[in-house]
């Protein structure tokens, strides 16, 4: 049995990256990886084979990377983020689930370890680095439509909006995609004030990081790009001022009701 | 400024503590947290003062760190998983909150540079250890109605379910609640097949770790403990068996659609 890490190494500092994904990098020869997110590791990857793949060519590499351990060749595939939501982790599952039907030659995939490491996303650090707004129940959606067909993903913005969710939107909005974060947009606005606290989190980790607060009115996806992560607070979500200092946050239920009783 | 870290440390094992936890736990004089989280950190919290409080005293945790902090003593209140995720960090912003509200005494607070540090969450171990149950929208629903009213609840699990959206119960039990989880699978089973793969994770990262798959149709809450993570797949989660493993992961749309067309 020759290992396949699917590995996430968080949203791009090496401050994120677990012991866990760094021992997996480690131990692999082979290293199946977008170009951006390498960076990162540095003089980690001397020795190593580097297998590039352009961005678009996911399912090339996640069967790239099933080839390489079931030829012997200790592997990791390696994503930006958590490698399990949103990410390279399931097209791996998708290819073992079509070689048993058939669809994919599979020869010598029994023989793969595969082991799943999780790893920081992209929610939980804009959300930390403003406070807690997934302090509370909350969902994450992704907006591209490529793969999932609009109604879908509309029926699933319109039972976020009815389950008041904190919403975080992954893959917001695109070159050829530039409708639907404000189509969103409009449906939470028909239960949600327009003051929500939207936080609006760019290149988190890397060194032009820019992570900043807007009402849920002033939401526009004209100032949105690929790169950012865009999270929609829920009705009981605050947005305030300390010291010299802002958050946003979702509070428990319990301490919300207080606080709005008495103020 | 006397920083005041909030710092979630993962599931429960060392191999998932990020170095930017570590170096904030090294760079506290007092530490804020319950023991069961804290023997992870071993000879790290020699010269430290640890400030323990037993689980149910969370306000008084959060106060407790930020007092601290405000008298001088770098600090870090911890907890495990991400700590913004159903967890303290919320509950420090909501006595901020009400200090400005003149709720909370809250002197010197204002002096304290509080900074957030993420996780990897129950919900990542759980979908990690079995493959990639989270690879599409998803949505994390607490069922403790200690702080939240059970018809808000309620209303979350309904659209979770109109949503198809995988879903992560914290909180599933408790001693005191052992109604809700096969209220919650109830309302699922309206909308989603009694064969929908759902994945019970307990004590995630211990030694003690055991991660199964039911059917939607037999979850049953007699089963399930507190420090038990319910993970629910959509219509779309996929339990496959591949050489001698089991798997389970949501694919992207695209990709199921196909395998549907041809199966």
Redesign the interface.
């Known amino acids: 049995m020759t290992p396949l890490y699917?590995v996430g190494i968080?949203p791009g500092d090496?401050?994120?990256?677990?012991?866990?994904a760094l021992?997996a990098i480690e131990h692999a020869s082979d290293i199946v990886g977008y170009g951006l997110y390498m960076d990162l590791l540095g003089e980690r990857m001397n020795g190593k084979r580097h297998h590039k793949r352009d961005l678009g060519e996911e399912?090339e590499r996640a069967r790239l990377a099933l080839d390489l351990a079931s030829a012997g060749h200790v592997t990791a595939l390696v994503s930006s983020g958590?490698?399990?939501?949103?990410?390279m982790?399931?097209?791996?599952?998708?290819l073992?689930?079509?070689?048993?039907?058939g669809?994919e030659n599979g020869r010598g995939?029994?023989?793969?370890d595969?082991r799943?490491?999780?790893?920081?996303?992209a929610m939980?650090?804009a959300?930390?680095?403003l406070?807690?707004?997934?302090?509370?129940?909350?969902?994450?959606?992704?907006l591209s439509d490529?793969?999932?067909?609009w109604p879908?993903i509309e029926?699933?913005i319109?039972?976020?909006a009815?389950?008041?969710?904190v919403i975080a939107f992954y893959n917001p909005v695109s070159k050829r995609r530039d409708w639907q974060l404000n189509h969103a947009r409009d449906v939470l606005l028909t239960q949600r004030s327009a003051d929500t606290p939207v936080i609006i989190a760019r290149d988190l980790g890397r060194t032009d990081e820019a992570v900043t607060v807007v009402r849920l009115a002033d939401l526009d996806a004209a100032y949105i790009d690929m790169l950012t992560l865009v999270m929609v607070g829920s009705t009981t979500t605050?947005h305030?001022?300390?010291?010299?200092?802002e958050?946003v946050?979702?509070?428990?239920?319990?301490?919300?009701k207080r606080?709005g009783a008495?103020?």
């Open positions: 699917l968080g090496a401050a994120h990256i677990t012991p866990e021992d399912t958590d490698i399990g939501i949103f990410a982790a399931t097209l791996v599952f998708e073992l689930d079509k070689a048993n039907q669809e995939w029994e023989r793969i595969i799943v490491i999780p790893g920081i996303s939980q650090m959300s930390a680095r406070g807690a707004a997934m302090g509370h129940d909350f969902c994450a959606i992704s490529l793969l999932t067909p879908t029926r699933r319109e039972a976020a009815m389950g008041d969710f605050r305030i001022r300390f010291g010299r200092n958050w946050y979702t509070p428990r239920g319990y301490e919300q606080a008495s103020s």
